[in-house]
């Protein structure tokens, strides 16, 4: 790395006189992780079509917000190479009783099941407080578990649901 300022031993400057578009050495390798996380981010967005809504140079320390773009761009790169599956293949759920089937009084036992079950698998479904246990039940098993979802997992990712947004 060049340096375009040298000091003189004996030799003292105001601060305030140094040149202001060289950074100071404490801060000079945050300046480079800056544009590098600056190149990373325009080539996540470019290439995958992420956007990024927080300020560009943010307050977030330059080397942790690095490794979290790596995180970014790796799930990016796997989601983009994952297969489509019906959400019962992801969940690994080849069968689940009709609601048709079960006795009014198992419905919500078979509900708290099939939720455990999802759970476990990181996959949650939200329902409004209004829902019932025998429509949610019904949502569950004759709308969503043939929904195609992405197979894709990753440590600490999740899938959510809602079920105003397809009901």
């Known amino acids: 790395m060049s340096c375009r300022f040298h000091a003189q031993p004996g030799n003292r400057m105001d601060p305030s006189e140094a040149p202001h578009d060289v950074p100071s050495p404490e801060n000079s390798d945050d300046a480079v992780q800056r544009l590098l996380n600056d190149a990373k981010r325009a080539e996540i967005e470019e290439r995958y079509g992420a956007k990024f809504f927080s300020p560009k140079h943010s307050r977030i320390p330059p080397e942790i917000e690095g490794e979290w773009l790596a995180h970014v761009e790796e799930m990016e ?91």
């Open 77 to 167: 790169r796997r989601m983009e190479n994952a297969e489509q599956v019906p959400l019962r293949q992801f969940v690994e759920l080849p069968f689940a009783r009709a609601l048709a089937d079960l006795p009014a009084e198992a419905v919500e036992e078979e509900l708290e099941t099939l939720l455990d079950h999802f759970a476990k698998r990181e996959v949650y479904v939200d329902f409004p407080d209004e829902v019932e246990a025998p429509e949610a039940y019904r949502f569950i098993v004759e709308e969503l578990l043939d929904e195609p979802v992405l197979d894709f997992r990753m440590p600490g990712t999740r899938m959510h649901f809602v079920y105003g947004d397809r009901a």
